[in-house]
């Protein structure tokens, strides 16, 4: 039997008797978008991440876009974020106008190292994004203290961290705007493109109201120059549902990391560090080995996915390397060559797990 990353026709089923009819209902009713679904999960999500608003919109590549606008970013402005990400991340920044700057990551956590964020800081730099990358939490405290001392904005990309806390603080509560994903293979998916933009700041989220609808506040009247963005009704119903279970599913990751930890605890591979205790939601597992290749081949002989996030890392592609004007981030290279993300999803079986393991452990060279 084959292993895949992510069995989403699986979880879907499970779903099925409950969005059907209420799928029927959205088609019959003819209201798509700007409807009562897509309001109450964005006040259903807003009250699960413990945020005063939440604004949908139509990816998370448009989150990000939209709440580095609200946030006042834009050109001639440096936004230092990290290289070991989705292109999406980078994406964004320039898409306002500003540059992205490229920090390195620490070896453990995969997340954006402070002290390298607080070298990279020069006085065109406005705003940090920090990807709490694969569902770890990023170290938010650091990262506010560099804020602070610089008077930075701080807009967090949460794409991979929906429910992931530190210190009971979720992802998306800790910069102006955070911006979350609903790309189906996501830790909260949905069934398309979909995204969220979370803040505590009032007039943020009403500029973001307007952003994502042709910058209108009212029918045919634009205040400023706009986008069309929005959460449509169909996926606000799959997402309703799947947020009420989304801490089951969290718990179910963890429960999957925890025995592949178990399972490769002597194999000679590097194991995702876990910064703190449940803080981390999983939305991959990461681990490195020094013949990476050869466990993938491994793998994909014994009819079992795995994936690289990422193979190159940002300031090494040719879309960003003008705009990285030659960075050196010597730790997300290295990772390029040593990460290797293993199946993972809440219904994933024990014994799918010790399956991988096995191959993994046999395969593993120092
Ligand atoms: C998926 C992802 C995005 C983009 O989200 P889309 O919904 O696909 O536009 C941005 N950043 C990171 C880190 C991601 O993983």
Redesign the pocket.
């Known amino acids: 039997m084959s292993i895949p990353m992510v069995d989403l026709k699986g979880q879907m089923a499970t779903l099925m008797e409950e969005v059907e009819p209420e799928i029927r209902e959205v088609l019959e009713t003819g209201q798509f978008i700007m409807g009562p679904r897509g309001k109450a999960f964005e006040e259903e999500a807003a009250g699960f991440l413990g945020v005063q608003r939440a604004v949908g919109v139509a990816?998370?590549?448009?989150?990000?876009h939209l709440a580095l606008l609200a946030a006042g970013v834009g050109p001639g402005d440096e936004v230092i974020t990290t290289p070991f990400?989705?292109a999406?991340?980078a994406e964004a920044i320039l898409y306002v106008g500003a540059r992205p700057v490229f920090a390195d990551v620490d070896r453990e956590s995969y997340n954006l190292d402070p002290e390298a964020v607080a070298a990279a800081v020069t006085p065109r730099t406005r705003a940090l994004l920090p990807?709490h990358?694969f569902g770890q939490p990023v170290d938010m405290e650091a990262l506010g203290a560099v804020a602070e001392e610089h008077g930075l904005t701080i807009v967090e990309?949460c794409?991979?961290s929906f429910g992931a806390a530190r210190g009971g603080r979720t992802t998306g509560a800790w910069g102006v705007a955070g911006?979350f994903?609903?790309?189906p293979s996501?830790n909260l998916g949905g069934a398309g493109?979909?995204?969220l933009i979370t803040t505590n700041d009032e007039a943020v989220a009403d500029r973001l109201l307007r952003l994502r609808n042709h910058g209108s506040s009212r029918p045919y009247y634009h205040d400023e120059l706009g986008f069309n963005s929005r959460l449509d009704e169909l996926q606000a119903v799959v997402l309703r549902a799947k947020l009420k279970r989304i801490r089951a599913y969290n718990e179910g990751r963890r429960r999957v990391a925890m025995a592949y930890r178990r399972h490769l605890a002597d194999a000679p591979v590097t194991l995702p560090a876990e910064v703190e205790e449940g803080a981390h939601v999983y939305h991959q597992f990461v681990l490195q080995a020094a013949n990476r290749d050869e466990i993938k081949a491994a793998l994909q002989a014994a009819d079992i996915a795995s994936a690289v996030y990422y193979a190159v890392p940002l300031h090494r592609q040719p879309a960003f390397a003008e705009a990285a004007g030659g960075a050196s981030c010597p730790v997300a290279e290295e990772l390029a060559e040593r990460v290797l993300a293993l199946p993972m999803f809440p219904e994933l079986a024990k014994e799918d797990v010790e399956r991988i393991a096995a191959v993994v452990a046999e395969t593993a060279r120092p």
């Open positions: 990816s998370g590549t448009d989150a990000l990400t989705f999406a991340t990807v990358l990309d794409a991979q911006a994903s609903f790309f996501k493109d979909g995204g």
